[in-house]
T-cell receptor, first 115, second 115 residues
């Protein structure tokens, strides 16, 4: 079974609007972390935001927030007030504490921000 | 700058050849991960090392091998190269033994082209 599933291969959003990128995960480990990374066309992987499995509040980092629904095993990334520079691939990832801290990545969502 | 250094940045080689990709993790990070990203694909986990020992193995071909040296740098060896091995190879490092809330820091990647 896939550990991380991103069902949106590509998405478009108008500049200044908000967009939600979906991510669901599968784990039986009680302690895990969820991460989002951004990969611009230049190729580097940029860490955006983290959510812990025991965190009660949704994580926020500037214009990024993580909509964490533990019972549904979803960790959607919300980008508010989209900017042209947000156009990139976005990867959801999970780290299981007791599984040697392996990082699992989803297949990614390509976001295009339209002016 | 993530603090993770990968060399070379670009590599072009012929089928059947062997190459070595090098990674220097962030100072103090004991865990090193290797990922393969084929064109417009997600990240495939290859292998993880912790303080010189292999910790976890993913979808790594038998033609590929890796090691982590006492100074913690790691090398990924790819042999009998095929056209399908052309990809972006990432190295990432993280604090070992940390709880799952620690992100992985990625190098810039090595772009391998097999012709």
């Amino acid at each position: 079974a896939q550990k991380i599933t991103q069902t949106q291969p590509g998405m478009f959003v108008q500049e200044k609007e908000a967009v939600t990128l979906d991510c669901t995960y599968d784990t039986s480990d009680p302690s895990y972390g969820l991460f989002w990374y951004k990969q611009p066309s230049s190729g580097e992987m940029i860490f955006l935001i983290y959510q812990g499995s025991y965190d009660q509040q949704n994580a926020t980092e500037g214009r990024y927030s993580l909509n964490f629904q533990k019972a549904r095993k979803s960790a959607n990334l919300v980008i508010s007030a989209s900017q042209l520079g947000d156009s990139a691939m976005y990867f959801c990832a999970m780290r299981e504490e007791y599984n040697f801290n392996k990082f699992y990545f989803g297949s990614g969502t390509k976001l295009n921000v339209k002016p | 700058d993530s603090g993770v250094t990968q060399t070379p940045k670009h590599l072009i080689t012929a089928t059947g050849q062997r190459v070595t990709l090098r990674c220097s993790p962030r100072s103090g990070d004991l865990s090193v991960y290797w990922y393969q990203q084929s064109l417009d694909q997600g990240l495939q986990f290859l292998i993880q090392y912790y303080n010189g020992e292999e910790r976890a193995k993913g979808n790594i071909l038998e033609r590929f091998s890796a090691q982590q040296f006492p100074d913690l740098h790691s090398e990924l060896n790819l042999s009998s190269l095929e056209l399908g091995d052309s990809a972006l190879y990432f190295c990432a490092s993280s604090v070992a033994g940390a709880p799952s809330n620690t992100e992985a820091f990625f190098g810039q990647g090595t772009r391998l082209t097999v012709v």
